[in-house]
DNA sequence: ATGGCATGACAATCATGA
């Protein structure tokens, strides 16, 4: 079973490659983020069409999280959240199900902006709120992924200048905390299981060419339970979205797990 | 030192992203 999480940055704008890459990767839990569509333009029947089943939350405009399920391979959904619980924000930027006995939580963190803006200090709640609600969830499922959009570099090989990134919001010191902080509730980055290639990003500016020039950082994870990463076999970064016309800055992140 | 580029809302610029 592969679970994927992508930052599409516009589902609309994306649906070309979306459904391209679903049939090519045959993924069977795909968690979006940044979606920019209202529930009632959700492209519900062009997934349908495709093999999966969608659930999401959205808004006009900004954020927007989705759930695809593939028909045939990933059971229905149970127990959907579709915002945390202790936290009153009007931002669609969490879903969460369960499927297949696997709970699927699907984030998009908020950016932050900068660390002096009043953004970053939504930021901080938000992860505070995240990290509390967490506790809970990891206390009654055994297997569980929390993956998305985390908007923080977890540590400096995870940036291309970290000098240049050093204290920024994305990297300082706080944001990896809560990250860590995460990590300290009992789950383990997928992609650091494995050994893996330099310079492995998933966010790239669309300036200045950055993709061209590796000038990435690596902001979208997939954060496993023990029971759960002991059966991941694989978890790559899906570059090859990234080159094509009209990219989202985000390449997806695929974790492969086995008999699951 | 700043902005570059992309997206959406809206109808010329502007907010936001990371």
């Given at each position: 079973?592969?679970l ?17 890459w679903l049939?090519?990767?045959?993924v069977?839990?795909?968690?979006l ?8 333009s ?7 069409d495709?093999?999966?089943?969608s ?7 900004y954020?927007g999280?989705a ?16 915002a945390?619980?202790a936290?009153?924000?009007?931002q ?19 950016n ?11 930021k901080?709640?938000?992860?505070a709120?995240l990290t ?15 993956v ?5 570099a977890?540590?400096?090989?995870d940036v ?14 706080p ?7 995460l990590l300290s509730l009992?789950?383990?980055?997928a ?7 330099e310079?492995?990003?998933t966010?790239w500016?669309?300036r200045?060419?950055?993709f ?30 990234r ?8 390449a ?5 797990l086995?008999?699951?």
């Amino acid at each position: 079973m592969k679970l994927a999480t992508w930052n599409v940055n516009s589902l609309k704008v994306r649906m070309p490659h979306l459904l391209s890459w679903l049939g090519s990767s045959q993924v069977d839990i795909v968690c979006l983020q940044e979606t920019k569509t209202t529930d009632d333009s959700f492209p519900v029947q062009e997934l349908l069409d495709a093999g999966y089943r969608s659930h999401f939350t959205g808004q006009k405009t900004y954020n927007g999280v989705a759930l695809l399920l593939r028909e045939g391979h990933a059971g229905p959904a149970s127990d959907l959240v579709f915002a945390l619980p202790a936290l009153e924000d009007p931002q669609k930027r969490l879903i969460a199900a369960t499927v297949n006995g696997l709970r699927v939580v699907c984030g998009y963190f908020p950016n932050g902006q900068a660390v002096d803006s009043d953004k970053y200090v939504y930021k901080l709640q938000w992860l505070a709120a995240l990290t509390q609600w967490l506790g809970a969830e990891l206390a009654a499922h055994d297997k569980l992924a929390l993956v998305g959009d985390f908007n923080i570099a977890p540590e400096d090989r995870d940036v291309y200048d970290p000098a240049a990134w050093a204290g920024q919001v994305l990297c300082s010191e706080p944001e990896r905390a809560a990250f860590r902080g995460l990590l300290s509730l009992g789950l383990v980055d997928a992609f650091r299981l494995f050994e893996q290639p330099e310079r492995s990003y998933t966010w790239w500016d669309y300036r200045e060419m950055a993709f061209r020039r590796k000038m990435g950082l690596r902001i979208d994870h997939i954060l496993l339970t023990p029971s759960l990463a002991s059966s991941c076999a694989a978890c790559d970064v899906a570059v090859d979205l990234r080159r094509l016309e009209r990219p989202s800055d985000h390449a997806p992140v695929v974790a492969t797990l086995s008999g699951a």
